[in-house]
């Protein structure tokens, strides 16, 4: 089915282990963003792609690095994980003038032990 | 920049009675307003948006919500809810120019009780 696919579903890591987030969508978008869900604080940006090549910090970047592989692929980077990055980790991608139309992906649960 | 609060972090309900989630936001700009639903295990669909024209919007499922600008708020209700509702909703806002970045709230979660 057309979307935006995520992987890992759900993710333990330890203290100081890094993994990659993977996002991929099918649907010729351009833009796309990494948020991370936090109970209590809704969705907060990490990074965001507008374009393929272009990346750019959102509210909360800071532990994170981002790929934009081509023009399907918006990967997330955490190189030294800590407690703090316990979340829900959502990608999206958005249709050029669809007017806010963004399509999530089901989200990678990671918990940092 | 923008913010958004969410009034109540849990709204429980019966089946068939109304329901109000509410939402308020600031900004300097003016905005677009949206209310995201997320149904558990899943990522969050879009469910009405406000971009200009009138201010009660709709959504194919009924609910509907209403564009303040004196009170600054997006107000999401239903006159009748189902046991299918129960979901997290999120109301969300963007600065008129500020490009696609959405500022989300910190969601209500709405249980309907049969």
């Known amino acids: 089915n057309a979307g935006v696919t995520q992987t890992p579903k759900f993710q333990v890591l330890k203290t100081g282990q890094s993994m990659t987030l993977q996002c991929a969508q099918d649907?010729?978008?351009?833009?796309m963003y990494w948020y991370r869900q936090d109970p209590g604080m809704g969705l907060r940006l990490i990074y965001y792609?507008?374009?393929?090549?272009?990346?750019d910090k959102g509210e909360v970047p800071n532990g994170y690095n981002v790929s934009r592989l081509n023009k399907r692929e918006f990967s997330l980077r955490l190189e030294s994980a800590a407690p703090s990055q316990t979340s829900v980790y959502f990608c999206?991608?958005?249709?050029?003038?669809?007017?806010?139309?963004?399509?999530f992906g089901s989200g990678t649960r990671l918990t940092v032990v | 920049a923008q913010s958004v609060t969410q009034l109540d972090s849990q709204v429980p309900v019966f089946e068939e009675a109304p329901v109000e989630l509410r939402c308020n936001y600031s900004?300097?700009?003016?905005?677009?307003l949206f209310w995201y639903v997320q149904y558990p295990n899943q990522g969050l669909q879009l469910l009405l948006k406000?971009?200009?024209?009138?201010?009660l919007v709709e959504s194919i499922n009924g609910f509907e919500a209403e564009f303040n600008k004196s009170q600054t708020s997006f107000h999401l209700r239903k006159p009748s809810v189902h046991i299918s509702d129960t979901a997290e909703y999120f109301c969300?806002?963007?600065?008129?120019?500020?490009?696609?970045?959405?500022?989300f709230g910190g969601g209500t979660r709405l249980m309907v009780k049969p």
């Open positions: 999206a991608s958005l249709r050029p003038g669809s007017h806010y139309g963004y399509t």
């Open positions: 649907m010729n978008h351009n833009s």
């Open positions: 792609s507008a374009s393929e090549g272009t990346t």
């Open positions: 900004s300097s700009v003016s905005v677009y």
């Open positions: 406000y971009l200009s024209g009138s201010t």
């Open positions: 969300a806002v963007s600065g008129v120019g500020a490009g696609n970045m959405l500022t």
